[in-house]
């Protein structure tokens, strides 16, 4: 492994240079070796040729002498035979390999017997196809390799030359490499800086002179391209900071990577901000769940918010959150003094609407208070001056009861709740009502949880089902349906009563307006008014002489 780390730390050139190298060897070494080892073979071939001709045509005298048993002429025989060039070593031996005659008497006396290796070859000395005698030789190693060592020589040296000159190569390509690719590095280098160099022509025409021409040409077009990107984005940021509207870009997460300078009017920087939640700007948790939610689902999300200040005590802005690319664009135009000068004219209507209905319950209680005035002057009351006080002492309940539900503040507490039950805690107050009318009532209640203003949704159900009773003759019929459309909660009470003439239509929510005879006219105002505060909003449709329908439309 270390090895492996060294050889992978390496320059290019010394890389090259050992592949080079690691080539010739493995090529180079193995064929030498190879022709080194087929020209001792044949060299070894030719001595074995060349003394199995010498006995072949002295095979005559060979077997007479062994025959006969002459020790002198055989060993004179034998020592011209040790003479052949590559032989080291002959004898004559018997059939039973009995000594005749040994070129080294010394080593293999004669008339011993030869004790067989394989160090020895033998040629047979026939008569009449039966082997009389055999001439052993022994070939001389260090003659052969004498011989084939200029061979070798030469191998090696060759072999070390082109080592030397693949070593050489090795450097020489890897400097040409290592030139272009230094050129290149420092092309990167001085883009980082903002500066091209200029186009260095190479000798070589191969794929890295293409990369680095290529690198060049490219590297020219992103300069030209960061020089205009660099050229937007400071126009662009200097036309978002002479907005008077913040703007703001969050990423995917509804974190903040970009503002504009506006946000310092409310006493915030972008250091502030940056990488911080957008809700953080934010003063109700409605909103800031709602912007939540609108990151989450990838959503639009448009509404009037109050700001956090830390220059002024109240501020008002109109949010828009719009998806773009991976994130959100987020806009704030400041709406405080529009939303002052709503407030302003909320307070006059609202203070104009309390005079007129003043002027309407001073007139109703009036009215209701007027058979008691009457009967406070006679002596005696009846049994029917009695029912009179009781049905005038019940109106005024009521046109107070009604006022009371109509004028008294209501908190903004949300909780869970079912809307079967809902639905029916109200049936069961109005249970002996629809009995006493036989009224056919058709329910279309889905089972859901809702999440919203319990108290509100009990008063705006209550009104409307209590209209539909009493907008209805004995044995007409009541469509009471809830379902949850979406992200809404749609909310019907239809009946076929007398139904409203269309010109009353736009009437029927003003406070104190009725169609019916002893009505109070709040019902309906209380519905509208409870209605707006859970954000919602109630529509009416209606055909005279064919029933009303009311419908309620609110956010789950």
Request: net charge neutral; proline share 3%; glycine share 6%.
């Amino acid at each position: 492994m270390m090895l492996v780390d060294k050889f992978r730390s390496c320059g290019i050139g010394l890389k090259l240079s050992l592949t080079f190298i690691s080539v010739i060897i493995f090529c180079s070494l193995p064929l030498s070796f190879l022709t080194i080892g087929y020209l001792g073979n044949k060299l070894r071939q030719h001595i074995e040729n060349s003394i199995e001709s010498a006995v072949v045509s002295q095979e005559t005298e060979l077997r007479n002498l062994l025959l006969f048993e002459d020790y002198w002429k055989a060993f004179n025989k034998i020592e011209s035979l040790s003479q052949i060039p590559g032989i080291s070593e002959v004898l004559l031996v018997g059939s039973d390999y009995r000594v005749i005659a040994s070129s080294k008497p010394e080593e293999h006396p004669v008339g011993r017997y030869f004790l067989n290796n394989s160090y020895h070859l033998r040629i047979p000395i026939m008569s009449y196809d039966y082997p009389v005698g055999y001439v052993l030789y022994k070939l001389d190693s260090k003659y052969i390799q004498d011989a084939i060592l200029p061979l070798k020589l030469i191998t090696f040296g060759v072999t070390f030359v082109f080592i030397l000159i693949g070593t050489f190569l090795g450097l020489f390509i890897s400097l040409r490499i290592t030139n272009r690719l230094r050129y290149i590095k420092d092309m990167i280098e001085k883009f980082k800086t903002g500066v091209i160099p200029s186009k260095k022509e190479f000798w070589e025409r191969d794929e890295l002179t293409e990369l680095a021409d290529f690198l060049h040409k490219n590297l020219s077009s992103l300069a030209q391209m960061l020089s205009n990107l660099n050229f937007a984005r400071n126009f662009y940021e200097s036309f978002f900071n002479s907005l008077q509207e913040v703007v703001l870009i969050l990423d995917s997460g509804g974190y903040i990577y970009f503002c504009n300078r506006a946000i310092e009017d409310y006493g915030f920087s972008f250091e502030n901000l940056l990488g911080r939640r957008v809700g953080v700007l934010m003063v109700e948790p409605r909103v800031r769940r709602s912007i939540r939610e609108s990151v989450e689902r990838k959503n639009a999300y448009t509404d009037v918010v109050k700001l956090r200040n830390r220059n002024r005590k109240e501020s008002y802005a109109l949010l828009l959150l719009k998806p773009w690319e991976e994130g959100f664009i987020c806009t704030l135009k400041d709406i405080t003094e529009l939303k002052m000068s709503e407030e302003q004219v909320k307070r006059m209507e609202l203070f104009s609407m309390l005079g007129e209905m003043s002027a309407h319950l001073a007139h109703e209680l009036k009215n209701a208070m007027l058979p008691l005035k009457l009967l406070s002057e006679v002596e005696s009351w009846n049994e029917e001056d009695v029912k009179v006080v009781k049905t005038s002492v019940e109106r005024i309940d009521r046109i107070v009861s009604n006022f009371f539900y109509f004028a008294r503040p209501v908190n903004d507490e949300k909780r869970r709740f079912s809307s079967l039950e809902m639905v029916e805690h109200i049936l069961r107050l109005y249970e002996p009502l629809i009995k006493k009318k036989e009224i056919n009532l058709q329910l279309d209640v889905s089972a859901f949880e809702l999440y919203t203003n319990k108290t509100a949704m009990e008063i705006i159900l209550s009104n409307l089902l209590k209209n539909a009773i009493d907008a209805v003759d004995r044995g007409g019929t009541i469509k009471l349906s809830m379902k949850r459309v979406e992200e809404k909660i749609i909310l019907t009470v239809e009946d076929n009563g007398h139904g409203i003439p269309e010109k009353l239509l736009k009437k029927v929510f003003d406070p104190f307006f009725s169609t019916k005879k002893d009505g109070t006219g709040l019902g309906l105002s209380t519905v509208m008014r409870y209605a707006q505060i859970l954000g919602g909003k109630i529509t009416v449709s209606s055909q005279e002489g064919k029933g009303t329908s009311f419908q309620l439309e609110v956010k789950a």
